[in-house]
């Protein structure tokens, strides 16, 4: 009865297409190794061994030696900005921008202007994604209606409208006994609650993490216990009541380790990690750059390591960008005045496969896996590459070498932690619920 | 040096170098017609979006007495209250063509912001919390003055280092001139991870006679609203630098305003010690060589931004 999770254009034509000799590499179907792949009506039809398969007539031919074709990746954690801020971001420049990213499927969150927190609008931002977008998006609505923690949504009846799940992101929802009254009413609506964790009062007026280099440059810092306390907390909340709750952008080692130890007294609680928390730590804010301003800020090299290894072990259990665009004349400003957050669904794969996999700290497979374990924890289908499933699908020229930002972006905005660095891995096409959504430029096609 | 934006970009020579020439300039203030022609048919643009009332009178005396013309701008009464972004108000000034743009924010890192968007050099006159420069030059300026050099010197910055833009350029600036630099403060407004700026902490002013010179920093009224102390009552009581404290043969510093009655008290204020005055009338003669550093040696209208055609 309750509408499907996820919405977009599906009017563009099921993808026929024979990609040849094509390195396969899905560790859910235990597929690592040269293989044909051929999609037929948007569904993976046959996977056999290297120069086996023929195509049928109709059928577009790739010659994909030395390239690797993987499930496609899921976001949970996205902005698309659409209402309201559409001069950031919109529902078709955001999906071009994931499909670019090698994703076919993005939950969108539900800060925008006015903020997504009732049935009606619901309604209204899934009939404009089923006119806009390129790839699947669900929505999470608000928690609380305006994001202002004081009163639940109409939770059940969003449920029924196809909500995703749940959350404030963009805001904690300080007040613990509005966050027990929202898992207790998750008892009757399902839908995990998705929680920014942030305490106000530690946080202040904070534009960077608390260190050595905010101490350095004299920039309001925010506390790694800021984010801590609160996933301690609301662990503690999700055990009493027995609810369901996933902890958003985790930064700091603390909250790692708060999220190990409630994993192991059985809570109900996920984690996820983002690119830029994985790569990079607060010495790159020390130019001042705004793009590498978001919340939660840039932390430390033990706090990188900590969600490395949290998304090595399992405790954090997938990655999620936070893609949050920003027009150029917000971010064009001082550091202070900036508001928070980078894009990232374009250098999602690449920023890792190029700082963590390349040097041996990840494995390929593991971050594969990483990429679109996101979906199942909003119980949305997790792509795979097996005949007759419907084709997610995600080819990638490992060896491929590009500088962000050059030739620009697909997303409406620019404002990328990683822009002019030069990373390894590009993607060259995406299939997206059986239709192309994504393809480079560059990709030559023999037929 | 193309512009003067913060005490990290310097190194002790660069330090000296400025020094040494304020100086020379000092016997300027002594003639009967303080100017020299030096800066004759440049353009100072004092744009301050904080009030400040010494420092902006300081630069606008040093660039007068060295011949250039000065204009005023501040925030308060301007397009910027109108929500011009800064970007469009250095866009919209930089069009008059100043050589030279001293600025004054409440954000760090502005003023390098600034200078990818103007071709005029550009002086940072105090960036948020992170650096004031000129600060820093002409308290290293004083103590020369004083002592000869700051080589080995005992130096405490006593107070409010949270919030001072001046206590982190002070801090590096004493630093490269050999001085050791102690910070003693409220643990409340002592920011966590200082210490890696290679200052020692200490809480109280227990051993505040091994300083050879005791730095007191401004204590705002306001900050107890937000609990930073308890009052200011209690932070006098703990950290006010007073004859009880303060031993004859240090020597006081502060970078004004002074609380007299909080931070400092009135006796050591009116004590000979004390070199705040010293540090006022530095003020003028280190931002007079501030300014002939920056744009002495370039032609006037000839500085183009980089990668943008002069």
Same mark, same amino acid.
């Given at each position: 009865?309750? $509408? /499907? !999770? &996820?919405?977009?254009?599906?009017? %563009?034509?099921?993808a @026929?297409?024979? *990609?040849?000799e094509?390195? #396969?590499?899905?560790?859910?179907?235990?597929?690592?190794?040269?293989?044909?792949?051929?999609?037929?009506?948007?569904?993976i039809?046959?996977?056999?061994?290297?120069?086996?398969?023929?195509?049928?007539?109709?059928?577009?031919?790739?010659?994909?030696?030395?390239?690797?074709?993987?499930?496609?990746?899921?976001?949970?954690?996205?902005?698309?900005?659409?209402?309201?801020?559409?001069?950031?971001?919109?529902?078709?420049?955001?999906?071009?921008?994931?499909?670019?990213?090698?994703?076919?499927?993005?939950?969108?969150?539900?800060?925008?202007?006015?903020?997504?927190?009732? $049935? /009606? !609008? &619901?309604r209204?931002?899934?009939? %404009?994604?089923?006119? @806009?977008?390129? *790839?699947?998006?669900?929505? #999470?609505?608000?928690?609380?209606?305006?994001?202002?923690?004081?009163?639940?949504?109409?939770?059940?009846?969003?449920?029924?409208?196809?909500?995703?799940?749940?959350?404030?992101?963009?805001?904690?929802?300080?007040?613990?006994?509005?966050l027990?009254?929202?898992?207790?009413?998750?008892?009757?609506?399902?839908?995990?609650?998705?929680?920014?964790?942030?305490?106000?009062?530690?946080?202040?007026?904070?534009?960077?993490?608390?260190?050595?280099?905010?101490?350095q440059?004299?920039?309001?810092?925010?506390?790694?216990?800021?984010?801590?306390?609160?996933?301690?907390?609301? $662990?503690?909340?999700?055990?009493?009541?027995?609810? %369901?709750?996933?902890?958003?952008?985790?930064?700091?080692?603390?909250?790692?380790?708060?999220?190990?130890?409630?994993?192991?007294?059985?809570?109900?609680?996920?984690?996820?990690?983002?690119?830029?928390?994985?790569?990079?730590?607060?010495?790159?804010?020390?130019?001042?750059?705004?793009?590498?301003?978001?919340?939660?800020?840039?932390?430390?090299?033990?706090?990188?390591?900590?969600?490395?290894e949290?998304?090595?072990?399992?405790?954090?259990?997938?990655?999620?960008?936070?893609?949050?665009?920003?027009?150029?004349?917000?971010k064009?400003?001082?550091?202070?005045?900036a508001?928070?957050?980078?894009?990232?669904?374009?250098?999602s794969?690449?920023?890792?496969?190029?700082?963590?996999?390349?040097?041996?700290?990840?494995?390929?497979?593991?971050?594969?896996?990483?990429?679109s374990?996101?979906?199942?924890?909003?119980?949305?289908?997790?792509p795979?590459?097996?005949?007759?499933?419907?084709?997610?699908?995600?080819?990638?020229?490992?060896?491929?070498?590009?500088?962000?930002?050059?030739?620009?972006?697909?997303?409406?905005?620019?404002?990328?932690c990683?822009?002019?660095?030069?990373?390894?891995?590009?993607?060259?096409?995406?299939?997206?619920?059986?239709?192309?959504?994504?393809?480079?430029?560059?990709?030559?096609?023999?037929? | 040096?193309?512009?003067?934006?913060?005490?990290?970009?310097?190194?002790?020579?660069?330090i000296?170098?400025?020094?040494?020439?304020?100086?020379?300039?000092?016997?300027?203030?002594?003639?009967?017609?303080?100017?020299?022609?030096?800066?004759?048919?440049?353009?100072?643009?004092?744009?301050?979006?904080?009030?400040?009332?010494?420092?902006?009178?300081?630069?606008?005396?040093?660039?007068?007495?060295?011949?250039?013309?000065?204009?005023?701008?501040?925030?308060?009464?301007?397009?910027?209250?109108?929500?011009?972004?800064?970007?469009?108000?250095?866009?919209?000034?930089?069009?008059?063509?100043?050589?030279?743009?001293?600025?004054?924010?409440?954000?760090?890192?502005?003023?390098?912001?600034?200078s990818?968007?103007?071709?005029?050099?550009?002086?940072?006159a105090?960036?948020?919390k992170?650096?004031?420069?000129?600060?820093?030059?002409?308290?290293?300026?004083?103590?020369?003055?004083?002592?000869?050099?700051?080589?080995?010197?005992?130096?405490?910055?006593?107070?409010?280092?949270?919030?001072?833009?001046?206590?982190?350029?002070?801090?590096?600036?004493?630093?490269?001139?050999?001085?050791?630099?102690?910070?003693?403060?409220?643990?409340?407004?002592?920011?966590?991870?200082?210490?890696?700026?290679?200052c020692?902490?200490?809480?109280?002013?227990?051993?505040?006679?091994?300083?050879?010179?005791?730095?007191?920093?401004?204590?705002?009224?306001?900050?107890?609203?937000?609990?930073?102390?308890?009052?200011?009552?209690?932070?006098?009581?703990?950290?006010?630098?007073?004859?009880?404290?303060?031993?004859?043969?240090?020597?006081?510093?502060?970078?004004?305003?002074?609380?007299?009655?909080?931070?400092?008290s009135?006796?050591?204020?009116?004590?000979?010690?004390?070199?705040i005055?010293?540090?006022?009338?530095?003020?003028?003669?280190?931002?007079?060589?501030?300014?002939?550093?920056?744009?002495?040696?370039?032609?006037?209208?000839?500085?183009?931004?980089?990668?943008?055609?002069?």
């Open positions: 009865m309750a $509408a /499907p !999770l &996820l919405v977009f254009n599906d009017s %563009a034509p099921k @026929d297409i024979l *990609i040849r094509v390195h #396969v590499l899905d560790p859910r179907t235990a597929l690592n190794g040269a293989h044909d792949v051929l999609v037929r009506d948007g569904e039809a046959e996977v056999g061994a290297p120069g086996t398969l023929t195509a049928p007539d109709d059928a577009e031919v790739l010659e994909a030696q030395g390239r690797h074709l993987f499930p496609a990746f899921v976001d949970p954690h996205v902005h698309l900005r659409t209402p309201g801020q559409e001069h950031k971001e919109d529902l078709e420049t955001g999906t071009r921008s994931a499909a670019a990213g090698g994703f076919c499927a993005v939950l969108a969150m539900p800060n925008t202007s006015p903020t997504l927190d009732s $049935a /009606p !609008l &619901l209204s931002i899934r009939d %404009a994604a089923a006119r @806009d977008a390129r *790839i699947p998006v669900g929505f #999470v609505p608000c928690v609380t209606r305006g994001m202002a923690g004081t009163e639940l949504t109409e939770m059940a009846e969003l449920r029924e409208e196809g909500a995703a799940g749940f959350t404030d992101d963009g805001k904690p929802v300080v007040s613990a006994g509005m027990r009254k929202a898992l207790q009413y998750q008892r009757l609506c399902g839908g995990v609650i998705a929680l920014h964790e942030e305490d106000p009062t530690l946080s202040g007026q904070g534009a960077m993490h608390e260190g050595d280099v905010s101490a440059l004299g920039i309001t810092g925010i506390p790694s216990i800021s984010e801590a306390v609160m996933v301690a907390r609301d $662990a503690l909340i999700a055990e009493y009541e027995g609810g %369901a709750i996933h902890i958003q952008h985790l930064s700091a080692r603390e909250s790692i380790a708060a999220l190990a130890d409630a994993k192991q007294r059985g809570v109900r609680i996920t984690g996820e990690a983002s690119p830029h928390h994985l790569c990079l730590t607060d010495e790159a804010v020390r130019t001042l750059d705004t793009r590498c301003k978001m919340n939660p800020p840039l932390r430390t090299e033990q706090d990188r390591q900590a969600l490395i949290g998304l090595r072990s399992g405790v954090v259990d997938c990655i999620a960008t936070d893609h949050a665009p920003h027009a150029r004349d917000e064009e400003v001082p550091f202070e005045q508001p928070m957050g980078t894009t990232g669904l374009e250098t794969f690449a920023s890792i496969y190029t700082y963590l996999v390349k040097p041996g700290v990840l494995t390929l497979d593991l971050l594969v896996q990483r990429l374990d996101g979906a199942a924890l909003f119980d949305l289908p997790t795979r590459v097996e005949p007759g499933a419907p084709a997610n699908l995600t080819l990638v020229d490992l060896e491929r070498e590009w500088v962000v930002g050059d030739g620009g972006y697909e997303s409406r905005s620019a404002n990328c990683f822009d002019g660095r030069t990373l390894s891995g590009k993607v060259l096409l995406t299939v997206a619920s059986g239709a192309i959504a994504f393809r480079a430029r560059q990709l030559e096609v023999v037929r | 040096m193309k512009h003067m934006l913060s005490v990290e970009d310097l190194d002790r020579a660069d000296e170098r400025i020094c040494d020439r304020a100086a020379s300039f000092a016997e300027v203030a002594d003639r009967e017609i303080k100017k020299v022609p030096a800066l004759r048919g440049r353009t100072v643009l004092n744009l301050f979006y904080e009030a400040s009332t010494r420092t902006r009178s300081s630069f606008e005396l040093a660039a007068k007495r060295l011949s250039a013309d000065v204009v005023n701008f501040s925030a308060s009464g301007s397009s910027v209250e109108k929500g011009e972004s800064l970007k469009d108000t250095i866009l919209t000034l930089g069009a008059h063509k100043p050589d030279a743009i001293v600025i004054r924010t409440p954000w760090a890192g502005a003023a390098e912001l600034v990818r968007w103007t071709p005029a050099a550009i002086v940072n105090g960036d948020g992170h650096e004031h420069p000129t600060q820093a030059l002409l308290d290293v300026h004083t103590l020369r003055d004083r002592l000869g050099a700051l080589d080995g010197l005992d130096i405490w910055i006593v107070g409010d280092v949270l919030h001072s833009r001046v206590a982190r350029s002070d801090i590096m600036a004493f630093q490269k001139m050999g001085a050791k630099v102690t910070l003693a403060g409220p643990p409340t407004l002592i920011p966590r991870g200082i210490e890696t700026m290679g020692e902490v200490r809480y109280t002013l227990d051993d505040l006679g091994q300083a050879d010179v005791v730095y007191a920093l401004r204590m705002q009224n306001e900050r107890m609203e937000q609990s930073w102390i308890p009052s200011i009552r209690e932070y006098a009581a703990w950290y006010q630098v007073n004859g009880r404290r303060l031993s004859p043969k240090q020597i006081l510093m502060h970078p004004g305003p002074v609380n007299r009655g909080v931070e400092l009135a006796e050591v204020v009116d004590s000979p010690q004390a070199v005055t010293a540090q006022v009338a530095a003020g003028v003669v280190v931002r007079m060589a501030v300014l002939y550093e920056v744009l002495a040696h370039v032609p006037s209208g000839a500085r183009a931004p980089e990668g943008v055609p002069a």
